[in-house]
């Protein structure tokens, strides 16, 4: 099984344009990583820029529009990600839990769907791409 862990950092939405973080901060995650490496779990992971170098396009109508960051309505913003390959949601919360993450952070983790859990229907039509 794969999950995605999600960190929002608290206050990430209000960070201007190439904020870093604290060097002991990223070295204590480092540590982590390098934990998440070596138990074989780790797929793929990256730190994203604050919000307020991005763009978010949005859909209506058959449209698209771009609002360019900050985001004055955001309240959680993702600041990046791990994708890792466990035996059960059990096993991806409690990697979260060793996670050095700050006061006020949340880890969100999802389970990334695969082909097989969709009903055949869906698996025909997507074949057929």
């Known amino acids: 099984m794969r999950f995605m862990m999600l960190m929002i950092p ?3 939405e209000k ?3 190439g904020a870093m973080p ?3 901060m990223v070295a204590e995650m480092m540590q982590y990583n390098a934990s998440l490496k070596a138990a074989g779990v780790l797929l793929s992971l990256d730190g994203l820029h604050p919000p307020s170098m991005g763009a978010r396009i949005s859909f209506s109508g058959g449209k698209a529009s771009v609002t360019d ?3 004055s309505e955001a309240k959680e913003v993702l600041g990046g990600y791990w994708m890792i390959a466990v035996k059960s949601k059990e096993e991806a919360i409690e990697w979260a839990r060793r996670c050095p993450a700050g006061d006020g952070n949340v880890i969100e983790i999802r389970q990334v769907q695969e ?3 969709f009903p055949p229907d869906l698996q025909e039509a997507a074949a057929r791409l």
Do not use: L, N, T
């Open 15 to 17: 960070a201007a344009p």
């Open 22 to 24: 604290d060097p002991k």
């Open 115 to 117: 082909m097989s859990d």
């Open 69 to 71: 960051g900050p985001f």
């Open 10 to 12: 608290h206050g990430y």
